[in-house]
């Protein structure tokens, strides 16, 4: 027993960091799809409805981020869109975001879907 306590204590970083390593690929892995784990809230899956419906965004995914933990004030958002390439859709996704969660226009990034 105490030579294992020894070498937990002589080597307790290596298995430190492995363990950091499966708890950092259990959380951020997707299975090797290349896709995200769907871990919407209802908040950003409604927007992400609301702005799919918009003329030339495509396929809207949104990540909201919040001041406070009971999630009730927004602070942030990224939008990734199918449309987001063409300036006047990435302007129109902004102002709706903008007005659906009352941010100002430098809290809210808006991306271009990668092709897949």
Do not use: H, N, Y
């Not at 659906?100 to 879907?113: G, M």
């Amino acid at each position: 027993m105490s030579k294992l306590m020894e070498r937990l204590r002589r080597d307790g970083w290596i298995f430190a960091l492995i363990g950091l390593c499966v708890l950092l690929c259990l959380t951020l892995g997707s299975g090797g799809t290349g896709e995200a784990q769907s871990s919407a809230t209802p908040l950003e899956a409604q927007l992400s409805r609301v702005l799919s419906a918009m003329e030339g965004a495509g396929r809207v995914e949104v990540a909201v981020s919040f001041q406070d933990e009971d999630g009730t004030v927004p602070c942030g958002a990224v939008v990734v869109a199918d449309g987001a390439g063409d300036v006047s859709v990435q302007l129109r996704l902004t102002r709706a975001v903008m007005t659906l969660l009352e941010l100002d226009a430098d809290e809210i990034s808006i991306f271009q879907r990668k092709e897949e």
